[in-house]
């Protein structure tokens, strides 16, 4: 328990590093005054530039892969510490998840940020990379596909997103992970869904107040 909270510390701390924030910040903009307001890859591309916008993106990515890269260390560490596990390839699933959820809730609700923060897709895709690369790979030909075939970038990923524990179920029985860290894998994935939906959610009433306020301003100047 003291190895997970210690995870979830560490990977909170590398994903409140608001990446886009600072990027925006260092062209003299705020990126929460461009654009939707969100703190993400495709505000900044679209408000920047794509090159800004694919640097944040692979920075994204990558704290997310960090934090669970270093939780998989710490539980390594733990397990031969207390002798638990019979070699390091044999961590305790609970810590790099912890390490991982904790990378999302930072980006989400980033302290350095006063708390506000971007929807978390790239960052889950880089939890997944260090451990389950299947079930994050998965989900990013899934997102792909549904915005080729929609072109709704938020409605692809809140299918996405709502399809993911299924996604990691399947994923990794296919590839014959035994039983029970599939199931801590699929246990682990709920509350980084539960987290990106709720971003997606306040970023769609967001949306709506502006277009409201929008269509009342128009309104008061006919």
């Not at 669970?68 to 260390?73: E, Q, S, V």
């Not at 006063?114 to 897709?121: I, N, S, V, W, Y």
């Not at 980084?192 to 769609?204: D, F, P």
Request: proline fraction near 5%; glycine fraction near 10%; charge should be positive.
């Amino acid at each position: 328990m003291g190895a997970a909270l210690a995870a979830l510390a560490v990977g909170y701390l590398l994903g409140s590093v608001p990446t886009a924030a600072l990027v925006a910040r260092a062209r003299g903009q705020d990126v929460f005054r461009l654009g939707s307001g969100n703190m993400g890859a495709m505000n900044t591309a679209r408000n920047l530039s794509l090159g800004w916008g694919v640097i944040v993106l692979l920075l994204d990515v990558g704290k997310g892969a960090l934090a669970t890269y270093l939780g998989l260390l710490m539980a390594s560490a733990t397990a031969n510490a207390l002798q638990l596990a019979p070699s390091p390839a044999a961590p305790s699933p609970a810590v790099p998840l912890a390490a991982g959820l904790g990378a999302v809730l930072g980006h989400a609700f980033s302290m350095f940020v006063r708390f506000r923060g971007g929807k978390a897709l790239a960052t889950t895709l880089g939890v997944s990379l260090p451990y389950y690369p299947a079930v994050g790979l998965a989900g990013l030909v899934l997102i792909v596909a549904l915005y080729l075939i929609t072109r709704r970038a938020g409605a692809a990923a809140v299918v996405t997103m709502l399809a993911y524990p299924a996604l990691a179920f399947l994923a990794l029985e296919r590839l014959g992970w035994p039983r029970d860290e599939t199931f801590a894998v699929v246990t682990g994935v709920l509350p980084i869904v539960a987290i990106v939906l709720l971003k997606h959610l306040l970023a769609r009433r967001k949306e709506a107040a502006l277009t409201a306020n929008a269509d009342g301003a128009r309104e008061r100047r006919r």
